[in-house]
């Protein structure tokens, strides 16, 4: 049996040849099958959304950063567009870049971006803080993937936490180490926090405590109040009295 086609059907097959059939993205990093591209904080990702099965090239794309609409200057909405990022930053973890026809937002294509970055610890800081006072030693812990681990140490060895002396808090972006009275025989000296992260190791950060001896702190605002009331009481007292002064001074 002979097919024929006729007429309508000729044009119909014309026009799915000649129109969009869809639209990708390329990336540099390259997405991965899962539709992710793995970066490291300062790097850079160019992504281009291209139309594909397409004769004309005057389709005009939209691109939306989770959910919301990117800025593109003019001429590079059609035929293919292309965004930069540069340099990631942490907040671009998991932030989805999403390119779509402007006259048919189900023709689209989607890549997230998969931020990595270590804890930000490192260098040394000097504290001074005298005795009775309260020691709070804070350490950044943010990272991703986050940190397995985290440990502090006084002068070479672990922190003791059973004697209660030390209290050690962690909500996943810091570690705090602190202690409510400082006593120079005990708390004085090098404390190392130190985080481990499963892909980037260990990272550490330095604080050398000083503890010195308790000063007498004097109020000194009521000090000066005082002193200008008394000031003020001699002053009154004085002019009230001024005539007869005078008269015993003739």
């Known amino acids: 049996m002979k097919l024929m086609y006729g007429p309508p059907l000729l044009h119909l097959l014309l026009y799915f040849a000649s129109h969009t059939l869809g639209v990708r993205i390329e990336s540099e990093p390259a997405v991965n099958s899962d539709g992710l591209i793995q970066l490291e904080l300062e790097q850079s990702v160019s992504l281009v959304c291209q139309p594909e099965g397409v004769l004309e090239t005057d389709e005009e794309l939209v691109w939306l950063r989770n959910g919301a ?5 003019e001429g590079n909405t059609k035929g293919g567009s292309k965004v930069c990022v540069t340099p990631v930053i942490a907040g671009d973890n998991e932030a989805t870049f999403t390119c ?13 971006l998969i931020v990595t970055y270590p804890p930000q610890l490192s260098g040394s800081q000097e504290i001074s803080i005298e ?4 020691l709070v030693l804070v350490c950044d812990v943010w990272a991703n993937p986050q940190v397995s681990s985290v440990s502090w140490m006084l002068n070479g060895s672990t922190v003791d936490l059973l004697e209660g ?13 602190s202690t409510n009275s400082v006593e120079k025989n005990l708390h004085e000296g090098t404390y190392n926090c130190s985080a481990y992260s499963p892909m980037y190791g260990q990272h550490d950060r330095l604080f050398d405590v000083t503890v010195t001896e308790k000063t007498i702190k004097f109020p000194l605002m009521p000090l000066i109040a005082g002193l200008v009331v008394v000031f003020l009481t001699a002053l009154l007292a004085v002019a009230s009295r001024w005539k007869n002064i ?3 001074c003739k």
Request: glycine share 2%; proline share 0%.
């Open 165 to 177: 002396v030390f209290t050690v808090t962690n909500d996943g972006f810091t570690s705090q180490l």
């Open 100 to 112: 779509h026809l402007r006259k048919n937002a189900t023709i689209s294509a989607s890549v997230t």
């Open 131 to 134: 005795e009775e006072e309260t």
């Open 246 to 248: 005078r008269k015993c």
């Open 69 to 73: 609409a990117v800025s593109l200057k």
